[in-house]
T-cell receptor, first 113, second 113 residues
Framework: EAGVTQFPSHSVIEKGQTVTLRCDPI?????LYWYRRVMGKEIKFLLH????????ESGMPNNRFLAERTGGTYSTLKVQPAELEDSGVYFC???????????FGSGTRLTVV | QKEVEQDPGPLSVPEGAIVSLNCTYSNSAFQYFMWYRQYSRKGPELLMYTYSSGNKEDGRFTAQVDKSSKYISLFIRDSQPSDSATYLCAMRASGGSNYKLTFGKGTLLTVNP
């Protein structure tokens, strides 16, 4: 079984630019999550999709962040325009059922300079 | 007060030692408790998943949950150099549509040969 795939693995962009991160969950997993870890802090929840619907986006920092999940398959997280404080590692995770562990991807390391 | 507190370490032990990792939490709504292992530049990997109080054993790993004290532990027996990683506790509430994980900061463990 293929795991959760994220790309790019690393992105360096200038402040003000736009970046789009992509996540391919495990096939058949309806639940998809985005998390972020900024340096020195805990991994924090950003949002949760059930199929193509946003179930909970309470962790999204502000309206510069836009997440989509086309047709309930892969998901994208766009940051526009990027700010320095957006730097961190963005993780995607997926799960089949609510009461099961989540499988995380390797993350995208975003550096805004 | 943070919802989840975890001593970041670092923790260094000799091969074969018993390792004890711990987290405390303040939110009494947490019902599901997880331990993740994260190697450098990788995503968190689920090690143990428990519901409510009690013990769970899987090979060299034992997870304990004491809800009355709001305290969870992970024990690693016969530790190996390959166990060297960051260990993250995570937890979430049950019911409704609450899928959001709350993480500790992680404990960096080094097992020396």
């Amino acid at each position: 079984e293929a795991g959760v795939t994220q790309f790019p693995s690393h992105s360096v962009i200038e402040k003000g630019q736009t970046v789009t991160l992509r996540c391919d969950p495990i096939s058949g997993h309806d639940n998809l999550y985005w998390y972020r870890r900024v340096m020195g802090k805990e991994i924090k929840f950003l949002l949760h999709f059930v199929k193509e619907s946003k179930q909970d986006e309470s962790g999204m920092p502000n309206n510069r962040f836009l997440a989509e999940r086309t047709g309930g398959t892969y998901s994208t997280l766009k940051v526009q325009p990027a700010e320095l404080e957006d730097s961190g590692v963005y993780f995607c995770a997926s799960s089949q059922e609510r009461d099961s562990g989540y499988t995380f991807g390797s993350g995208t390391r975003l550096t805004v300079v | 007060q943070k919802e989840v507190e975890q001593d970041p370490g670092p923790l260094s032990v000799p091969e074969g030692a018993i390792v004890s990792l711990n987290c405390t939490y303040s939110n009494s709504a947490f019902q599901y408790f997880m331990w993740y292992r994260q190697y450098s530049r990788k995503g968190p990997e689920l090690l143990m998943y428990t519901y409510s109080s009690g013990n769970k054993e899987d090979g060299r790993f034992t997870a304990q949950v004491d809800k009355s004290s709001k305290y969870i532990s992970l024990f690693i027996r016969d530790s190996q150099p390959s166990d060297s990683a960051t260990y993250l506790c995570a937890m979430r509430a049950s019911g409704g549509s609450n899928y959001k994980l709350t993480f500790g900061k992680g404990t960096l463990l080094t097992v020396n040969p």
